[in-house]
């Protein structure tokens, strides 16, 4: 009880601090030129201060280091906090001088390389599939950490496109999977729910600041940092991954992933660089498709919400009823990305199926053209 209470207190001040903290580095940045200038692919019409991670990143790094000292080993919390310091660096350095991608993946790769050969057994190291067994991934384990780690974090980066996306995104991405792991994982693994619900508070302070409309942005700052955490702290379950247990945080992050995923096979069906921009992304194809700003804000909080049912689902279903919702999802997931054009106009492959199998007369038709074409 006694513990209950304090905990809470503590996290009360987290969000106390980063409410302080975000309208005074806010002031700062923008003088330092961590602007966010208006464009065609911009929806701020006037300069915008950025970098809003800084004050998440310090009020996190101040909270664990120093209000949640008996509760989280140092030697546990000083890697992530050096690997997340690099992350910021890199983010802030491109909300001021935009640096290339390249320069950005490189700082991003150093972080990763940190999480994998200095912190605490943060790593993807095998998996186990059912009729199969357990499958150790060898050599291939530091690649595969250094990917995912890489993967989810420009997700998260990718959807940071509306007031209060990314930053509500996170918080219930991170509230999933510091409830999963508060109830999944060992008691001497405690230290690792606390962290995330820390990280959870901080964004918390900072959320009223960023939410439509917006008076400080994220930058690349803040998305890559919320990015970059919630790839770590994911990893924390997939010690001994099952396909479950590596599924289960990909579902938590079902938007951004989708969205991710989406943007690389359009732009690759394209011709286009990966790297490369465009307006195509989910929240562009909401606000294209008559949602207000704070509309498609709030449906995507909704999607953001279901995904992670989903995957809480998974925590409590039998192997075939988990092998069975995922097939279902999967299906979903393909028709809600046709039914809005993700990926594109016309690259409807199950809608088209689905009339062709139950439509006759559209059906004949098609076989008209095919013949015409033969």
């Not at 030697?75 to 906090?81: K, T, V």
């Not at 989708?258 to 732009?267: G, M, P, Q, V, Y």
């Amino acid at each position: 009880m006694t513990f209950t209470y304090q905990f809470i207190v503590k996290l009360f001040i987290t969000v106390i601090i980063c409410i302080v903290l975000t309208p005074i580095l806010k002031l700062i940045t923008f003088r330092l030129g961590a602007v966010d200038m208006p464009n065609e692919r911009r929806i701020n019409k006037e300069p915008m201060p950025t970098a809003g991670g800084i004050p998440i990143f310090i009020t996190f790094a101040f909270s664990t280091w120093f209000l949640f000292r008996e509760n989280i080993p140092k030697s546990y919390l000083w890697p992530i906090l050096l690997a997340a310091g690099i992350v910021v660096l890199t983010g802030f350095i491109d909300d001021v001088k935009e640096i290339s991608p390249k320069m950005k993946l490189l700082g991003l790769t150093i972080a990763a390389l940190i999480i994998y050969y200095v912190a605490d057994d943060i790593r993807l190291d095998s998996i186990s599939i059912f009729f199969i067994g357990k499958i150790h991934f060898g050599i291939f384990s530091m690649p595969l950490t250094v990917l995912w780690i890489l993967g989810l974090t420009n997700a998260i980066n990718l959807i940071d496109g509306l007031d209060g996306l990314a930053s509500g995104v996170s918080i219930i991405a991170l509230s999933t999977i510091g409830i999963i792991g508060f109830f999944f994982l060992h008691v001497s693994s405690i230290h690792i729910p606390i962290m995330i619900f820390v990280l959870v508070a901080a964004i918390l302070g900072f959320f009223p600041y960023n939410y439509h409309p917006a008076k400080i942005y994220l930058g690349d700052t803040g998305a890559l940092f919320l990015g970059f955490m919630i790839s770590v702290v994911s990893l924390q379950g997939l010690k001994n991954a099952t396909i479950i247990t590596l599924i289960t945080p990909l579902f938590i992050l079902g938007v951004p992933i989708t969205d991710t995923l989406s943007a690389i096979i359009r732009r690759l069906l394209n011709k286009k660089p990966i790297s490369s921009a465009d307006k195509m992304h989910l929240h562009h194809r909401l606000i294209s498709l008559g949602f207000s700003h704070k509309g498609a804000v709030l449906t995507i909080y909704c999607l953001a919400l279901v995904f992670s049912f989903i995957a809480l689902l998974l925590n409590y279903t039998s192997f075939w009823g988990s092998v069975l919702l995922i097939i279902a999802v999967g299906l979903g997931i393909e028709l809600f990305i046709e039914l809005i054009e993700l990926v594109g106009p016309k690259r409807q492959p199950v809608m088209y199926l689905f009339k062709l199998l139950g439509n006759k007369s559209f059906r004949d038709d098609q076989l008209k053209k095919y013949k015409i074409k033969k």
